[in-house]
């Protein structure tokens, strides 16, 4: 198999783990469904609702983008997805050092910030250091830093996003031909890249329920 065909292979692996995603979607999140005694554990599902709607909203139009060869779009996007799947582990984590150590300040405010922060003067939760965060999921899965860091360079209009993409110098008599080069090595990474954020996403977001539950009956045993 070339690595044309390994390509396509890789795009329709991360076309079925979209559509499975995409028919995940939830349309409500009820408080009623929780504990009167907090209203962190709604919180916490309403981070996990958020997410995937988020996650589904970016990785199908980069999967479209990758099958028409847009691959500059696709990775764009695909570091959007990657951005999300580290916030979504960071909130598995927060969820599991709750259950540990039962700061309830703590992980409502964690739980807010995912929600609400703005970067914004003045507002009251501010965004979380977003490569810390990819820093933090590289450490289960090595290798995603260096992937973000590739990517962010194509995200940037630094050489990697532009002459580097765009153009194709002859050596023989140097005329500059433009257009979207198709040979990068970045592209069938960005497949690869976005399937398997994916899964992990998907991971996390069948974790989640059980760390939840677990929060509720915590609050409903105890004192908000």
């Not at 962190?40 to 988020?54: G, K």
Request: hydrophobic content about 45%.
């Amino acid at each position: 198999m070339n690595s044309a065909d390994q390509l396509q292979v890789a795009i329709a692996t991360a076309r079925g783990v979209v559509s499975d995603i995409a028919t995940s979607l939830p349309a409500s999140v009820d408080p009623a469904m929780f504990t009167l005694k907090s209203k962190t554990p709604f919180a916490a599902v309403s981070v996990r609702e958020v997410l995937i709607h988020r996650v589904s909203a970016l990785a199908i139009p980069a999967v479209e983008q990758f099958e028409a060869h847009r691959f500059l779009a696709g990775i764009v996007l695909t570091r959007s997805v990657l951005e999300t799947v580290a916030i979504a582990f960071a909130v598995e984590r927060a969820l599991n050092r709750f259950l540990r150590v039962q700061n309830k300040e703590a992980v409502h405010k964690y739980l807010m910030q995912v929600l609400l922060a703005r970067g914004t003067p003045g507002s009251k939760y501010k965004p979380m250091d977003i490569t810390g965060l990819v820093d933090s999921l590289d450490k289960k899965s090595p290798g995603i830093r260096q992937t973000y860091n590739n990517f962010s360079e194509c995200v940037h209009p630094n050489w990697s996003g532009t002459l580097a993409t765009f153009g194709t110098t002859d050596e023989n008599t140097l005329i500059l031909h433009l257009g979207a080069r198709q040979d990068s090595p970045t592209w069938g990474a960005g497949v690869h890249a976005l399937t398997g954020a994916l899964i992990e996403f998907q991971r996390i977001y069948a974790a989640l329920p059980r760390l939840i539950t677990e929060m509720d009956n915590y609050f409903e045993q105890h004192d908000a």
